[in-house]
């Protein structure tokens, strides 16, 4: 009898913890939901998905997929994360060409500046990388080549001062058991979304989305000369991936998003870039005056921050990048109609309704914001 109290005891609380999550959940959801990432892969329809876009936040916060099928039939999808760590391109191609006949990487090289790698595999990010896969087994294979990219680091550069990632931590094991991918960080975290493939195909965090910060006092710094150094870290991670897309008959064009945080940044980006070009790959450097000029981006318009873009600015960003795609052989078939990408089109239907509406709701309160600051 007291077995059986217990068990009601114990099922009462899970009901009453999975209803006050939901009611959470209800509270937490933005008016204007966060848009598809790597979380929805799994609603992708079978053999759709052509290339995939990887990095860190820069990815998370500018690359529009709808942009690129609308305007010209790319399926590309975002798998972007929270400072990404670099190597996470193995397994997450190896997850994606399961389902999909992958044919090229668009891969944002700020993931691996020198001052990102130690946060990149610390617990959050690393972690974050692989819960925001949708099978347990994805997760665990992410975790188990993230580790070894971490030795890597370690190897090279010594344990940071907070310490390594400990691997025997429970709570990191249950972040990878869970299905849910929102028990442990909360519904509204940066790496999930909520919704299917089909609701958008963008990658925003709406609070940001439509937040505009004149970023032009920052513009000078493009303005640096020459090069920077990779160290022999960077130099053989790119050598790893240059090996990995061959074996895969991966085509990779390297590339990083607008940003406009200090000049020594942008110099060592460019300085990845060169390496990449030096190597025989193409490559797409917005990091100039010029490159802005070209692609259209506005720094008074286009970021919500130093280092990130808002979706004017990443719709104008990746149409120029899918163009690339386009009219460099990478993407060489036009989607638009074609069977089989009718949850793509409604998707890109579903985007750019809510980007109005984004927009419009924005307007209005900055507007409101004017008014009574006056």
């Not at 030096?278 to 070209?294: A, P, V």
Request: aromatic share 14%; net charge negative; proline share 3%.
């Amino acid at each position: 009898m007291k077995n059986k109290l217990w068990f009601q005891l114990i099922a009462l609380i899970l009901v009453f913890a999975l209803t006050f999550s939901g009611v959470v959940y209800a509270l937490q959801v933005p008016e204007v939901m966060e848009v598809m990432n790597i979380n929805t892969v799994e609603s992708v329809p079978a053999g759709t998905i052509d290339g995939i876009v990887l990095g860190p936040s820069t990815v998370t916060a500018a690359w529009v997929s709808a942009v690129g099928f609308e305007n010209y039939g790319v399926a590309t999808y975002h798998m972007g994360t929270a400072m990404q760590p670099f190597a996470a391109i193995y397994p997450y191609v190896d997850y994606i060409k399961q389902n999909h006949d992958l044919k090229y990487i668009v891969f944002d090289v700020h993931s691996l500046r020198r001052e990102n790698l130690y946060g990149s595999v610390g617990d959050s990010h690393l972690v974050g990388a692989c819960t925001a896969m949708c099978s347990v087994e994805a997760k665990f294979k992410t975790f188990e080549s993230l580790l070894g990219y971490a030795d890597r680091i370690y190897e090279y550069y010594g344990e940071p001062e907070d310490g390594k990632i400990n691997r025997y931590d429970p709570s990191i094991y249950t972040r990878l058991l869970d299905i849910h991918g929102g028990w442990i960080d909360g519904f509204s975290a940066a790496d999930r979304t909520v919704g299917l493939m089909e609701d958008y195909l963008g990658a925003h965090k709406s609070n940001d989305a439509f937040n505009i910060a004149d970023m032009t006092p920052r513009m000078p710094n493009l303005d640096f000369e020459g090069y920077n150094y990779l160290d022999d870290f960077q130099k053989s991670e790119l050598e790893r991936v240059f090996e990995f897309c061959e074996e895969e008959n991966l085509k990779v064009v390297f590339i990083s998003i607008p940003s406009l945080r200090n000049l020594e940044i942008q110099q060592e980006l460019t300085t990845i870039l060169k390496y990449c070009s030096d190597r025989g790959y193409d490559t797409i450097d917005f990091g100039s005056r010029e490159m802005f000029e070209e692609a259209g981006i506005d720094p008074t318009k286009d970021f919500y921050d130093d280092g990130h873009m808002n979706l004017a600015g990443g719709e104008k960003m990746t149409d120029y990048v899918c163009r690339f795609l386009v009219e460099n052989g990478y993407s060489t078939v036009d989607h638009r109609g074609e069977e089989g990408y009718e949850m793509w089109a409604k998707a890109s239907e579903n985007y750019f309704a809510m980007s109005k509406e984004g927009w419009q709701r924005a307007d209005e309160k900055r507007k409101e914001e004017e008014t009574s600051s006056q």
